[in-house]
């Protein structure tokens, strides 16, 4: 349309439908934007909530005082407490070490306590 023919009025009409054309288009990409973050937010929180389901077999880690016996190393109390969460019995007895401030695997004694750490499924 040619503005040079139409009244002040009619091109007030023409622009206001512009400006009205425009908080619509504006209004709808706000609310595509809206949509697609809760979409994903949905996304998202179902599928940790699904992880967390699928790791349903929880094993907690517990701590136990035991006295050391005649005859006892750190490899034969290993044997008695350790768990599958452990790859292998040197892990085990380096971590017993380490939490009981041990510097050789070979120097316990009969009578003395240590804490030994074990996994249960169960949790108390």
Known sequence: ???AYMTYRE??????KKRRERIVARQRLILF???????FLFIFVGA??????????????????????????????????ITDDYRNI???????????HLEDADCIYAGESLIVPYYSREFF
């Open 1 to 3: 349309m040619d503005t």
């Open 11 to 16: 091109i007030a009409i023409i622009k206001n």
């Open 33 to 39: 934007a809206v949509a697609a973050v809760l979409l």
């Open 48 to 81: 940790v909530l699904m992880l967390e389901a699928k790791t349903g077999d929880v094993s907690y880690k517990y701590y136990r005082q035991i006295t050391v016996h005649s005859g006892d190393t750190l490899c034969s109390i290993a044997g008695e407490y």
């Open 90 to 100: 040197e892990e085990y007895v380096a971590e017993v070490m380490s939490i009981n």
